[in-house]
């Protein structure tokens, strides 16, 4: 199996490269990511063209969004990978986040050019979870058949706090949170990531899953 591994945590995350390890035992991987962070740039493209740099055969650096990286991939490149994911990501994409993610932008893209895709997502206190669950998950994924390019594979690994996954939950994406609350400071705008959670919590939504230590896996569609 080709894979292509793109992110928006940019070429020198080092979830990236744990990912990229792991991955490698299903298949032949080919990493492309931003030259430098690119979160919550959600589907967003560089009008006009971005410059890159080889690092060497299967690796590559983009000047540019997450979705620039899959573009330059499939279009510039002319790959045609099996199997796009993209992270994994420094934090989680729940509820409302997949809209604004670069993360889950970079697997829609590939989405919409027809291959299928998974988003991969993690604690961003740490990479305990992706060294013990995420083989396990994507094996549960190939197992029972779960990627497709109808619709894009969004799984959230458990917080880092949970000594282990507690199982695999087949989830749905609710908006149920307020993903920001503002502060404004010397005429600046930060927007300090506090989840507020609005009304009963869905035991069948990613929200669920990340407060009681399951992996979560949810299907994105364009």
Same mark, same amino acid.
């Given at each position: ?128 979870? +992706?060294?013990?669950?995420? #083989?396990?998950?994507? $094996?549960?994924? !190939?197992? @029972?058949?779960?990627? /497709? ?48 959670? +609005?009304?009963?919590?869905? #035991?069948?939504?990613? $929200?669920?899953? !990340?407060? @009681?230590?399951?992996? /979560? ?6």
């Amino acid at each position: 199996m080709n894979i292509l591994l793109v992110n928006d945590d940019g070429i020198n995350s080092e979830k990236l490269k744990i990912t990229k390890e792991i991955l490698s035992q299903f298949g032949d991987v080919t990493t492309i990511a931003p030259s430098k962070e690119q979160s919550a740039q959600s589907m967003a493209l560089t009008y006009g063209g971005t410059t890159y740099k080889k690092i060497d055969d299967n690796t590559y650096s983009v000047d540019g969004t997450p979705v620039d990286c899959t573009s330059f991939a499939l279009i510039a490149l002319g790959l045609k990978p099996d199997l796009v994911v993209s992270g994994t990501n420094n934090g989680y994409n729940i509820g409302i986040d997949v809209r604004y993610s670069g993360t889950v932008g970079a697997a829609l893209q590939a989405q919409y050019f027809g291959i299928p895709t998974i988003a991969l997502s993690s604690d961003y206190k740490g990479t305990k979870m +992706i060294f013990s669950e995420l #083989k396990n998950t994507l $094996q549960f994924v !190939f197992d @029972n058949k779960l990627v /497709s390019s109808k619709y894009t594979i969004n799984i959230n690994l458990p917080q880092d706090s949970f000594n282990e996954s507690k199982g695999v939950m087949m989830t749905k994406i609710y908006s149920l949170v307020h993903p920001y609350k503002p502060a404004l400071l010397n005429n600046k705008y930060i927007p300090n990531r506090v989840y507020e959670w +609005i009304g009963d919590i869905p #035991k069948d939504s990613e $929200q669920y899953a !990340f407060l @009681n230590g399951y992996t /979560s896996i949810s299907k994105i569609k364009l």
